[in-house]
């Protein structure tokens, strides 16, 4: 059990995320995320097996990664120091390399069903990496390569460019025909000989196929998470959906030796994939329209912010005056109803006698008595009786 210092510091480092990772407040998205891996390999609980403390600490990690990594979340918390904020996290994060089988029988079944289910890249493999002892095949630019990856494993590869190459730009894109999940991996060497996870990109499932792509162009090139973007509250998703409209952390790669991986990140199943490296400079049109278009994204980004406090500010003198008409609404009825009150008290005449009613049931009587003897005198072959005749029948017994 932790002591009371631990538990206070554990408060402590909670209500302030950049503590915990070990950063400044001003620290970039590459820094925030380069220190979240560093730590969570630390502490994962592969590696730090029956210990509590370890395990304590790699949760805090994660929340902290978790507040700090979602643009809004980071803003609100620099904002009003809650330490409340960012606490729903959207996404259920695993490392499926770690669970069981049953536990993975259960995780596939609530992706089935529509649970947003994150995966991440398994500890084991990063902490190979990051000793330097994953075996990497070279790649020459241009080269497109087609195999099968077992699942929660990699395969890596390392691609030397020239200057030139370098200056015009590099794509990287995996696919798979089979719409298997993965991750299009990029790493970082490390002056011992270690590769650190730099960037990912979890494959999409577009058309008939699922493809993951990397972009150094020497600009921002951004990415759109779906997932954060649909998981929003209904009510300001419209606000907060290019929230999820990122830029890479990295724009460029200088010349020389750079690693990728393709990461099987199916629950049972091996991935499929076909992964091609070339170069971006026959494509200088389409780079241009890419540059231009996510330019055009992030101003609308910025317009939204703008809008949203316009529309609150309406939608809550909308909200007043909708009260106030079904005010007003209220009172006039009730005054109007008043007023006809009022006037029907303006008269001259009795008020109706109850025994009115009785003579108008004598006078309906006296008529249906008046049509049973005419119809008596019909039956009887008298057809040219009159009407006249009959009333004066009837009135033989009145004196006068």
Not at 121 to 147: C, F, H, I, M, W
Not at 250 to 268: M, Q, R, W
Not at 330 to 349: G, V
Request: include cysteine.
């Amino acid at each position: 059990m932790r002591s009371e210092n631990k538990e206070a510091g554990e408060d402590e480092l909670r209500r302030n995320p950049y503590e915990v990772l070990g950063i400044s407040s001003n620290s970039t998205d590459q820094e925030i995320k380069s220190a979240y891996r560093r730590m969570a390999l630390r502490y994962h609980p592969d590696k730090n097996p029956n210990d509590p403390v370890a395990a304590d600490m790699f949760k805090e990690v994660t929340f902290a990664y978790d507040l700090l990594s979602d643009p809004e979340n980071r803003r609100q918390y620099d904002t009003t120091g809650s330490e409340t904020v960012g606490l729903e996290n959207e996404d259920l994060e695993l490392d499926l390399s770690s669970l069981g089988a049953v536990n993975t029988i259960f995780a596939a079944l609530f992706n089935k069903l529509g649970v947003q289910i994150k995966t991440t890249v398994s500890a084991n493999l990063l902490d190979e990496a990051l000793n330097g002892t994953v075996t990497t095949l070279p790649l020459t630019v241009g080269k497109v390569v087609s195999r099968k990856v077992e699942k929660q494993s990699a395969h890596f590869y390392s691609v030397t460019l020239t200057e030139e190459e370098a200056q015009a730009g590099l794509i990287c894109k995996v696919q798979s025909s089979a719409k298997n999940k993965f991750k299009l991996l990029y790493f970082d060497q490390e002056d011992n000989g270690g590769l650190s996870l730099a960037l990912q990109e979890d494959s999409k499932k577009t058309g008939k196929l699922s493809t993951a792509g990397l972009y150094f162009f020497g600009f921002p090139v951004y990415r759109f998470d779906h997932r954060r973007a649909l998981s929003r509250d209904p009510e300001t998703g419209f606000f907060k959906r290019l929230d999820a409209f990122q830029p890479f952390e990295i724009t460029e790669l200088k010349p020389g030796s750079h690693v990728f991986a393709v990461y099987g990140d199916n629950f049972f199943k091996s991935v499929s994939y076909t992964l091609e490296i070339f170069s971006s400079a026959p494509f200088a049109n389409e780079k241009e329209n890419l540059r231009s278009t996510e330019a055009q994204i992030v101003s609308k980004r910025s317009e939204l912010l703008k809008f949203e406090s316009e529309y609150h500010e309406v939608f809550a003198q909308f909200t007043e005056m909708a009260s106030k008409c079904a005010g007003e609404v209220q009172e006039i009825d009730e005054l109007l109803k008043r007023r006809n009150e009022i006037c029907a008290a303006y008269t001259i005449f009795p008020p109706m006698k109850q025994g009115s009613s009785k003579n108008r049931s004598w006078s309906k009587g006296k008529s249906k008595k008046k049509n049973s003897l005419l119809m008596e005198h019909r039956e009887e072959g008298e057809v040219t009786v009159r009407e006249e005749d009959v009333v004066k029948k009837k009135k033989w017994y009145k004196f006068s």
